[in-house]
């Protein structure tokens, strides 16, 4: 997927640090005291916009664990955040995997109010946020009536309806995509889930709304899972076609059109990114997360085996999708004779912040196979640092190197589990290749 580069501010550096200190008893107390267990609802201010998300407060050995919650076409997600701690009269929770936080203070009973902060950023970026306790619906939209939008649009609302999708840049580019929607018919609130693909990956567990609003049919739909805050907002212009726009964090917009399209596919993800002409092996030496380790596919450890390298990132969602499979999947079939190494690519060239960020990444899922520092986080870092590729698209990029070391495909992206079939497609693609690649 597509997301801004940008490097840590030194204003934060002094509040991270904090966030990294371990709680004690009085901090334990300070952060339960603010935070009151059950669901929770919040709301983003960015770009003029209101972009809601939920999560709930548990109590876990004593201590307050927050999880962010997504619902989308796959079901829901819970994002664990257990490093909470508290100074002042502020309470920080870092965001499960990504370098970001919510600070939040005291706004009445039952109500916070505070900033959601990204550190690894080159210029401060903060976005202000309100919460209030309590059970609610995600869409908190007063306007329109939901009403019957089935005798409007198609039945395929109700299983999945497919959306030939384009975005558009505000330069005027503009890259292709799929959509996905579905209705849930007797929903009174929230009852549109969906997301969607492009070449690169996904925008991961969309949900929200679908109303007519002054004989306008409205869809809202949105995602916050600590790292990235997503809100599409669109107006169905006749009974097939979607005009919208696409707010991402801070500052991102871009504006989208969408028709109705049941055979709507993205290009083939083997055939976006290859191999340049006469190679047909990889060559590297990186340093492992593990202070003092490289990692060569020339170790002995790889040698005679199928090896599947993930370019990956711990900002990535896509990433940490793919990382979410593969680790589980790594435990119950390295004794096959394959390997896996996870080449990342970090916002910060100092190699003891990238490490880091990797090692919380590698915690967080339990990774067993090994995961080396490659470069920052852009395309020219992986065309540089792995010379052979050419057009290299996006994070995540999985590549299949059989027994004697030769690449023998390239997969750009990952359709994670918020996509609904498309992810299980995703996985039956990649036994499938490892499978084969298995029994030579």
Not at 259 to 288: C, I, Q, V
Request: proline fraction near 5%.
């Amino acid at each position: 997927m597509r997301f801004l580069i940008r490097q840590l501010p030194l204003a934060a550096i002094g509040l991270l640090a904090a966030c990294n200190s371990k709680p004690d008893a009085t901090t334990a107390t300070s952060v339960a005291a603010l935070l009151t267990p059950g669901p929770w609802r919040g709301e983003l201010a960015m770009q003029g916009q209101q972009l809601p998300f939920l999560f709930e407060v548990k109590t876990e050995a004593n201590n307050p664990v927050v999880y962010l919650l997504n619902k989308g076409l796959n079901g829901e997600e819970r994002l664990r955040c257990d490093s909470i701690s508290a100074a002042g009269d502020s309470v920080t929770i870092r965001l499960h995997v990504f370098d970001a936080a919510l600070v939040v203070r005291a706004a009445g009973q039952g109500k916070l109010q505070g900033t959601w902060v990204k550190y690894d950023t080159k210029t401060p970026y903060r976005v202000p946020l309100v919460a209030t306790a309590g059970q609610q619906p995600l869409q908190f939209d007063s306007n329109g009536t939901a009403g019957d939008v089935l005798p409007v649009l198609h039945q395929d609302l109700l299983k999945g309806a497919t959306y030939k999708t384009t975005f558009f840049y505000k330069d005027g580019g503009s890259y292709p995509a799929v959509g996905i929607f579905k209705y849930n018919q007797g929903a009174s609130q929230d009852a549109l889930t969906g997301t969607f693909l492009t070449t690169t990956g996904d925008y991961r567990y969309l949900a929200g709304s679908l109303k007519t609003v002054n004989d306008t049919l409205r869809l809202r739909l949105s995602t916050f899972d600590g790292g990235h805050a997503f809100l599409f907002t669109g107006a169905y212009v006749g009974h097939q076609t979607l005009r919208g726009n696409y707010y991402s964090g801070l500052g991102g917009h871009e504006t989208w059109t969408a028709t109705y399209d049941p055979s709507a596919k993205l290009p083939d993800a083997d055939t976006l990114t290859y191999l340049k002409k006469g190679e047909s092996r990889l060559n590297f030496n990186f340093p492992s997360i593990q202070p003092g380790g490289r990692i060569s596919l020339t170790d002995p450890r790889y040698l005679g085996k199928v090896v599947v390298l993930q370019i990956l990132g711990s900002w990535c969602p896509n990433c940490m999708d793919e990382t979410a499979y593969l680790a589980p999947w790594y435990a119950k079939n390295r004794s096959r004779g394959v390997e896996i190494i996870g080449l990342g690519y970090e916002r910060s060239p100092d190699y003891a912040q990238a490490a880091a960020r990797l090692r919380t990444l590698r915690q967080r899922y339990s990774i067993g196979y090994d995961l080396a520092v490659a470069g920052t986080s852009n395309k020219d870092s992986v065309a540089k640092s792995i010379p052979q590729l050419a057009k290299f698209l996006g994070f995540p990029t999985t590549i299949f190197l059989d027994r004697k070391g030769v690449v023998r495909s390239i997969r750009t992206g990952f359709s994670g589990p918020g996509t609904g079939k498309y992810y299980d497609e995703e996985i039956a693609h990649f036994n499938n290749t490892v499978d084969k690649l298995l029994r030579e």
